[in-house]
């Protein structure tokens, strides 16, 4: 059974940080990629960041490139993601995610095939 648990997430000012991990049961190294996704309340889960096993592909999401960093630790069997500069419209509950998928890095939650409970962030206007 593959499990995939979130922490991190907070209640921060605008132009705050924050690190959120995502932990999973198994060695991340069996999954070919990892990704973050979103959902804000009445929105749909969009595609935050994702990553590749071996950490040289990443992708971001136009509204987090540069103040967002995606990373993995397959020896920790650990994904992180690094969120800088934090505004009121990156709350949301944040998901990690991860898959088999041996195609380009998907951006869609269709792509992945295994996902976490979520984890609140929250960054009053």
């Known amino acids: 059974q593959v499990q995939l648990l979130e922490s991190g997430g907070g209640l921060v000012q605008a132009g705050d940080s924050l690190r959120l991990s995502c932990v999973a049961s198994g060695r991340t190294s069996n999954y070919i990629v990892m990704g973050w996704f979103r959902q804000a309340p009445g929105k749909e889960r969009e595609f935050v960041a994702g990553i590749r096993r071996s950490s040289l592909t990443t992708k971001y999401a136009d509204s987090v490139k540069g103040r967002f960093t995606i990373s993995r630790d397959n020896m920790k069997n650990t994904m992180r993601l690094q969120m800088n500069s934090l505004k009121p419209e990156d709350t949301a509950v944040y998901y990690c995610?991860?898959?088999?998928?041996?195609?380009?890095?998907?951006?869609?939650?269709?792509?992945?095939?295994?996902w976490g409970q979520g984890t609140q962030v929250t960054v009053p206007s």
């Open positions: 995610a991860a898959s088999n998928n041996w195609g380009p890095l998907p951006i869609t939650d269709s792509g992945y095939e295994f």
